[in-house]
């Protein structure tokens, strides 16, 4: 079965562009999270997404929002790119009657200059 | 109250030892507890959960040991092997409510030597 894929995998940008990252969850897993991971720490809740509303939020400014679409994949976009934004972008999808039990894809690892 | 603490922040022990990880908590609300183990470059894998009302888990060659009146649990690996080496994140989350936020640990660097 496959698991959470991520696309793209690499991503390097700068101060002040516009990122889209693209998640698909687990087939079945109609949940999806967005964590971000900076370097040598543990992932930072962001968003939490199922029946294509926000169902929960991190700490993190408006710059960051999401959107599940009807196929339950989900799209995370950041505005005005900063440089401490450069980190690995995590998601992960959960069966909503488990919505803590959580699978992660590989991450997209985003550098901003 | 949101946080969880985890040590140490790294560990070496010889091939076939016991590496065991520690996480405290303070939210008591929380009652879903994971363990992921992350490669360099690959997200983090669960491993291993566990609820405040069991004492100890065990899946192969992890096992949780849970304290809920000390409000710690901890991660044992047991005959620890060199491809182990990775890092370990705890985790806390309110299983019975309606988001799956987790909040992680600052985790841990394993290292097993051969």
């Known amino acids: 079965d496959a698991g959470v894929t991520q696309s793209p995998t690499h991503l390097i940008k700068t101060r002040g562009q516009h990122v889209t990252l693209r998640c698909s969850p687990i087939s079945g897993h109609k949940s999806v999270s967005w964590y971000q991971q900076v370097l040598g720490q543990g992932p930072q809740f962001i968003f939490q997404?199922?029946?294509?509303?926000?169902?929960g939020r991190g700490n993190f400014p408006d710059r960051f929002s999401a959107r599940q679409f009807p196929n339950y994949s989900s799209e995370l976009n950041v505005n005005a790119l900063l440089l401490g934004d450069s980190a690995l972008y995590l998601c992960?999808?959960?069966?909503?009657?488990?919505?803590?039990?959580?699978?992660f894809g590989p991450g997209t690892r985003l550098t901003v200059t | 109250q949101q946080q969880v603490k985890q040590s140490p922040q790294s560990l070496i022990v010889q091939k076939g030892g016991i590496p065991i990880i520690n996480c405290a908590y303070e939210n008591t609300a929380f009652d879903y507890f994971p363990w992921y183990q992350q490669f360099p470059g690959k997200g983090p894998a669960l491993l291993i959960a566990i609820r405040p009302d069991v004492s100890e888990k065990k899946e192969g060659r992890f096992t949780i040991s849970f304290n809920k009146s000390a409000k710690q649990f901890s991660l044992h690996i047991m005959d620890s092997q060199p491809g182990d080496s990775a890092t370990y994140f705890c985790a806390a989350a309110l299983g019975s409510g309606n988001t799956g936020k987790l909040i992680f640990g600052q985790g841990t660097t394993l290292q097993v030597k051969p």
């Open positions: 992960a999808s959960s069966f909503v009657g488990a919505l803590y039990e959580q699978y």
């Open positions: 997404y199922y029946e294509k509303e926000e169902r």
